[in-house]
């Protein structure tokens, strides 16, 4: 693929192959760092790549069927597991069928509200868990998704977006407790409708 780098009144405000300061990560009053190290600005390179499932639908995981698939109604569908994670709980919330965020059917997105916060309330319902995120980055797949993550009661060092970071680094939880906090989530999920599969595989 030919590419060149973007170009627009933003991009030429940027300094390209600088190495910037890692000093506001740190200052944050949410930071979750001591000290940062950034990469240099790499240039950024238009057209971009396509997205997972743009050129070819079979390439898109959200279409195929999942053993991590925990819970699903006609229209969405939450998977968990398919990773290993030191949160209580992290998982996808996606539609069944394949549509981006740009041009989906507001019918289908009428119905993301309540089922957003019953996910949140689901997740809650796993012991120690005191708040559920809800976050978009919708870079790796262009089936739109959206990750759902909870925070650890009394962890105020997961506040806001720093909560992903300590994903990352936090030792796995054992493989017993993450199973049954994936069915106590899908379990809740189903009591307001759809039907959970706490045994996965499914």
Not at 83 to 90: A, D, H, I, R, Y
Not at 111 to 127: F, H, Y
């Amino acid at each position: 693929m030919d590419q060149q780098p973007a170009d627009s009144p933003y991009h030429r405000t940027l300094p390209i192959g600088e190495r910037l300061s890692g000093k506001p990560l740190v200052e944050d009053r949410l930071s979750c760092f001591e000290d940062v190290t950034l990469r240099p600005l790499e240039p950024m390179l238009v057209p971009e790549a396509p997205r997972a499932g743009t050129l070819e639908r079979s390439e898109c995981g959200h279409c195929r069927p999942s053993e991590h698939t925990i819970w699903h109604d006609d229209l969405w569908q939450v998977r968990s597991g398919f990773t290993p994670f030191g949160l209580p709980f992290v998982g996808g919330v996606a539609p069944r069928e394949h549509v981006l965020l740009d041009d989906a059917p507001l019918d289908l997105l009428a119905t993301l509200g309540p089922l957003l916060q019953r996910v949140s309330n689901a997740v809650k319902a796993v012991p120690g868990v005191a708040r559920t995120h809800l976050a978009r980055w919708g870079d790796g797949s262009e089936h739109f998704h959206l990750w759902a993550m909870a925070r650890p009661a009394g962890m105020m060092q997961g506040r806001g977006a720093m909560l992903a970071f300590w994903d990352d680094v936090l030792p796995p939880l054992p493989d017993d407790l993450r199973e049954q906090h994936l069915e106590i989530v899908a379990e809740a999920l189903a009591a307001g409708g759809g039907t959970a599969f706490p045994a996965r595989g499914a």
